[in-house]
């Protein structure tokens, strides 16, 4: 095993390779260290409980990280072209869900940020789920206490809604899907 020359562009076949836990988006590797904070993963578990609670008794399936969703720019995903690890993906099709992880597009991916992983979330992630079809993608801002939505339509986020502090979550797939924002942040 071995760490990953980040100046070069990689493929999944390195991606095998390396060790500890790494994105590879666009030939990119992204290393997901260091730890995330307590913030971070006690918004990830309120919102895995939500998420679970909600997809109970439904055909879709609530994963949190680490958990692998690879992304191909054909149909083999023997060798997929990017590897991501969200913090959160809903999966609404079992025959995606294969023993190493998400094969394609989940319906929703959430991605929490940390001051680490901003940028990547809203320019990286944000142009490959949308590119490869992630119907609706959640980036959760705890600095500023915000939850952005994006749905796509006709293949592009164009449906977007800022969340702010004392509201609730509405889902734009999952019309029943309310998250109240206060909820999230009743650690701090």
């Known amino acids: 095993m071995s760490n990953p020359d980040e100046k070069k562009v990689q493929t999944y076949q390195d991606w095998l390779t390396w060790d500890g836990t790494w994105e590879l988006i666009n030939g990119q590797a992204y290393n997901m260290t260091p730890a995330p ?4 993963q006690f918004i990830v578990g309120e919102l895995h409980f939500a998420l679970r609670t909600f997809f109970q008794n439904r055909n879709c399936f ?15 995903y023997k060798s997929p072209d990017h590897v991501t690890q969200p913090d959160l993906s809903v999966v ?7 023993k190493n992880g998400c094969l ?6 959430i991605e929490v940020l940390s001051p ?7 320019n990286e992630k944000f142009n490959l789920y949308q590119k490869h079809g992630v119907q609706e993608y959640w980036i959760v801002d705890p600095g500023n206490r915000t939850v952005h939505v994006y749905s796509l339509q006709d293949g592009s ?10 509201e609730i979550v509405q889902s734009i797939v999952f019309k029943d899907l309310q ?3 206060n909820r999230l942040f009743s650690l701090e």
């Open 37 to 40: 904070t307590s913030l971070h």
């Open 62 to 76: 609530v994963f949190v990280a680490p958990f692998d969703v690879f992304f191909s720019e054909g149909e083999d």
């Open 92 to 98: 609404c099709s079992k025959d995606q869900i294969s």
């Open 104 to 109: 394609g597009a989940p319906t929703v991916i």
């Open 116 to 122: 680490s992983t901003a940028l990547k979330d809203f």
């Open 157 to 166: 986020y164009q449906i977007r809604n800022l969340y702010t502090e004392q």
């Open 179 to 181: 998250v109240p924002m």
